[in-house]
């Protein structure tokens, strides 16, 4: 990599003394990228784009936010009605909370499809799982400061989990409530916490970037970049792209801001929260469901039907254990993996395997919505069990038997043949 | 080429499918009771907007008959200009309205046990029926009659399930076991409510000559309540189809720089 010559003596002078021209030179201009990534490349960017619209709106909120029970719900209403444009930095904010989990979500099972956590790129998956679960508690407190029905009862439901660790999970759970049940104390601590992890987020995504610009982004057909007729520069080709997927992006993010605001939300939480009504069901937000249906599928018999079990587990408890190792036993995926072979595009039996699990996933989200009984819960055990099993024991096995096929000599190799071959 | 584009148009498919998926999976959570027919608003679609005529009718609806029991309580009374009253029509509506005063020089609230009152202002919120929700479950025999400013979000379905259950008033099937003081109504959830049904034709008196049906109250005090709920509803779609036809041209500027920026690779 080439040192960048300035010619403006100011840029010179500070470049000279704190070389942040030269840094962003060589992460966002000529920083090499594999000429053949597609548009599922873009999630990236978006997710850092919404984490920034997320943070930049949520500040704005919180200049008119009162975190307290008798206040917080009017302050939102207030911010809705008397604000100026108010409703348009509530609404970015609320909605965008579901695209920031659209974006990750396909960011995430991109990854998993071009087997992007391989060698030697584990530690850059595993810092992204770390910030998808900071997403996901970022998320949790953000939407219990509303204070509706679903904001009081969700964090009641998801606090009470952390009952089931042995011996300290009372002692947890009061010390998680600031009390003996959620109230105004909860509200406020969890004001202050929801302001606070997006902030260690924005140092996450830094630790993400930092590992990914070390070995530079994996690409559709999962081989290294092999030398300069394989890599372009991200400044002007990858900025172009990324401008045109933001665009699209907004048009999606915006047409649900403008014109169907709550199609992702919950209308009992235009109900103000109130301890001695239970809503007939709690149901979490959309991009919680596949593991609220995990966290509900394991059996009130446990001991029972898994009878040769040793060791003696509440339903809750495994429920709980089935819901948390659902998330973190994604941080082995790189060594559950066994294939040497990235891209599924070369793994014949991977390639459906994926699409299963992709499927697996939608299904127990849609099983996640429902009450837990009848053919809901029977197909909730199912697409669970299936779950544990693609990443257990058909990840391990199938890169064991698998007959990959063969791989590309380079990239430079594959593009510009099928280039030729498309235009012949 | 065209293998892309059979592509992309499955993905598209498949992103419908699921969406409209959601959708009907979000509607049917609903519960034991009918679902609404759907009513054309016309706040609904890109185009949507209030009908100023029709929310003026919807707040006599609201203030004749739902207001003895129901609050809306975000509301101001200022806020009625925003529905077409002029000031001098807002300040004839709280001629007769009084609100509980600030202190006095004595720095009294209340004399002999009394608060001490006067006339409303358009600052003022509208006035609640009852001071508390005990007072108003002492009033309505057990039952708590909701705020309704957030009614038509707090509900599936908000506004068609309003309008159902304002018209859906009927006689028990035989074989239904309606409880001591509750009415019949397939639309409520569990098919049984303590409010009597409140409407009936000629309830009130339209100004702009409209007959007042019960069909015709309901939709207009469903109107109103649409927006109560929803105030800026009006702005915000105006603004998102300006937005939207920015971003449609921003975009495609977008891609044809992309285009001729790639150009140079292939």
Redesign the interface.
Same mark, same amino acid.
Do not use: T
């Given at each position: 990599m080439s040192k960048p010559t300035w010619k403006n003596p100011i840029v010179k002078w500070v470049d000279h003394r704190l070389p942040v021209f030269t840094f962003i030179d060589h992460s966002l201009v000529t920083y090499p990228t594999p =000429?053949n990534l597609n548009y599922f490349w873009n999630f990236g960017s978006l997710a850092g784009i919404v984490l920034v619209i997320m943070i930049a709106s949520g500040i704005v909120l919180a200049m008119n936010y009162t975190a307290n029970t008798s206040m917080a719900f %009017?302050s939102v209403?207030r911010i809705? =009605?008397d604000v100026n444009y108010g409703?348009?930095i509530r !609404?970015i904010h609320m909605n965008g909370a579901s695209m920031f989990f659209i974006v990750v979500y396909i960011h995430i099972f991109r990854g998993m499809y071009y087997g992007s956590y391989k060698e030697p790129r584990e530690l850059l998956w595993i810092i992204g799982i770390f910030i998808f679960l900071a997403m996901m508690a970022t998320a949790f407190l953000g939407y219990v400061l509303p204070w509706g029905q679903m904001s009081f009862w969700g964090a009641t439901v998801i606090t009470n989990l952390f009952s089931v660790i042995p011996f300290f999970g009372e002692t947890i759970v009061q010390w998680l409530w600031s009390g003996f049940s959620v109230d105004n104390p909860t509200l406020n601590k969890f004001f202050s916490l929801h302001y606070l992890l997006p902030f260690i987020i924005f140092g996450l995504v830094f630790l993400h970037l930092w590992a990914l610009h070390t070995h530079k982004s994996n690409n559709p057909l999962g081989i290294d970049i092999k030398g300069d007729k394989d890599e /372009?520069p991200f400044h002007? !080709?990858y900025t $172009?792209?990324d $401008?045109?997927g &933001? @665009? /699209?992006f907004?048009?999606f993010f915006? @047409?649900f801001? *403008? *014109?169907a605001?709550?199609?992702f939300g919950e209308? %009992?939480n !235009? /109900?103000e929260a109130n301890p001695l009504v239970t809503p007939?069901?709690i &149901?979490p937000e959309?991009y919680f469901l596949p593991y609220y249906a995990i966290l509900r599928a394991v059996p009130d018999n446990f001991i029972d039907v898994w009878g040769f079990l040793p060791v003696i587990i509440p339903a809750k408890t495994a429920g709980v254990i089935a819901m948390f190792s659902s998330i973190l036993l994604l941080i082995l995926l790189p060594w559950l993996d066994t294939s040497k072979v990235r891209s599924a595009n070369f793994r014949p039996t991977y390639f459906w395997l994926f699409w299963l699990f992709v499927i697996d996933t /939608?299904v127990l989200g *849609?099983v996640g $919505?429902?009450p837990a009984e009848g053919t809901w819960l029977l197909v909730g055990r199912l697409a669970t069990l299936y779950y544990f099993v693609h990443l257990v024991i058909l990840m391990p096995l199938v890169g064991r038997f698998e007959k990959t096929k063969p791989l590309p000599e380079s990239i430079s190799a594959a593009v510009v043949g099928k %280039?030729a071959k498309?235009s012949s | 080429m065209i293998r892309l584009i059979y592509k992309r148009a499955m993905l598209a498919v498949c992103l419908f499918v699921l969406f409209s998926l959601i959708n009907t999976s979000i509607t049917q959570a609903a519960g034991n009771s009918a679902p609404p027919d759907k009513q054309s608003w016309t706040t609904n679609g890109l185009f949507g907007h209030f009908d100023r005529q029709q929310l003026k009718r919807g707040w006599q609806v609201y203030n004749e008959v739902c207001s003895s029991c129901h609050s809306v309580r975000l509301i101001y009374y200022r806020n009625l200009a925003e529905i077409g009253f002029s000031s001098d029509e807002i300040k004839e509506i709280i001629a007769d309205v009084e609100v509980p005063a600030g202190p006095n020089e004595e720095g009294e609230t209340h004399d002999d046990g009394e608060p001490i009152m006067r006339p409303a202002k358009p600052f003022d919120k509208i006035v609640l029926p009852y001071p508390n929700d005990l007072a108003s479950r002492a009033a309505n025999g057990g039952a708590l009659p909701p705020d309704l400013s957030l009614m038509t979000k707090a509900r599936i379905n908000g506004a068609n399930y309003v309008h159902a259950l304002l018209t859906g008033y009927k006689d028990a099937p035989s074989n239904f076991k309606l409880s001591e003081d509750m009415h019949y109504n397939p639309y409520f959830s569990g098919s049984q409510i303590a409010m009597a049904a409140p409407l009936s034709d000629d309830g009130v008196e339209y100004n702009d000559g409209t007959k007042a049906t019960v069909e015709q109250m309901s939709k207009d005090v469903t109107a109103f309540l649409i927006w109560t709920a929803e105030p800026e509803l009006e702005e915000r779609k105006r603004l998102g189809l300006k937005v939207m036809l920015f971003l449609l041209v921003f975009s495609a500027m977008l891609y044809a720089v992309k285009r001729q920026v790639w150009a140079k690779l292939h």
């Open positions: =000429r %009017d209403e809705m =009605r409703w348009l !609404y /372009i002007p !080709y $172009a792209k $401008a045109f &933001v @665009g /699209i907004l048009l915006l @047409g801001v *403008f *014109f605001p709550n199609f209308p %009992d !235009y /109900i007939p069901h &149901v959309w /939608i *849609f $919505a429902k %280039d498309e | -």
